[in-house]
């Protein structure tokens, strides 16, 4: 039982401190196996590795602005989806993803050559969804209802007999499992930093947010 969330659907693990009685190992990712058993991966800070024993109890602690940031561009990567989807069109699919609290990357299948005005169209409907400063809501339910409700589910063959909606606001909802922010104003910024096509009908757009995006028009003085 932990607090931290383990990689999985192109979000980065959790970061942060597990204590214990005469140790303390600082978590810098966490995995799991394909049983779900969750592996805290880290540095030893303090005592021994003879002082971790089964059975321990330890104070997890989540590193809460890593958690933040990465939050923020998962948040911002279902904004992206969505947009892609109202610039593009509805054949806007999925392809894969990398939500990590420096950057997002979203690749997705596209028939079509992306213009830079449909760039700046794409990252201006993000960010008139941050300025409306949605609520980000989640809610479990089977598969066949969340589509039924109209949420994208693109990985059918990865889910369980229950799966977890994540819905922004009434702009978009997608089946997902990862950490995301209370509101679509806390990702605060959105800057689409690279576009690239990888493979046939293959596209690739990188992003940054909150403070990243601070850190890029600081830059700019």
Request: net charge neutral.
């Amino acid at each position: 039982r932990t607090p931290f969330y383990a990689e999985r659907g192109g979000q980065v693990g959790d970061r942060g401190v597990l204590e214990g009685p005469g140790f303390t190992l600082q978590v810098e990712d966490t995995q799991h196996d394909e049983k779900g058993l969750v592996y805290h991966i880290g540095r030893l800070v303090r005592g021994t590795p003879e002082e971790i024993r089964s059975g321990t109890t330890v104070r997890a602690r989540v590193d809460e602005m890593h958690r933040r940031d990465v939050a923020a561009n998962h948040t911002a990567t279902h904004l992206l989806h969505w947009a892609l989807r109202r610039v593009v069109g509805p054949e806007v699919r999925q392809a894969g993803s990398l939500v990590s609290a420096q950057r997002l990357r979203f690749d997705f299948i596209c028939f079509s050559d992306l213009t830079e005005e449909m760039v700046r169209r794409i990252e201006q409907e993000v960010r008139t969804a941050v300025m409306a400063d949605l609520p980000v809501t989640t809610v479990e339910t089977t598969l066949e209802e969340a589509r039924a409700s109209g949420a994208v589910a693109l990985f059918v063959d990865r889910y369980g007999e229950k799966v977890r909606v994540v819905r922004s606001g009434d702009l978009h909802a997608e089946v997902c499992g990862g950490t995301h922010l209370a509101r679509t104003g806390h990702v605060f910024g959105f800057k689409i930093t690279a576009v690239s096509s990888i493979g046939s009908n293959l596209k690739r757009i990188e992003a940054i947010t909150g403070r990243e995006f601070f850190r890029y028009i600081d830059s700019l003085d």
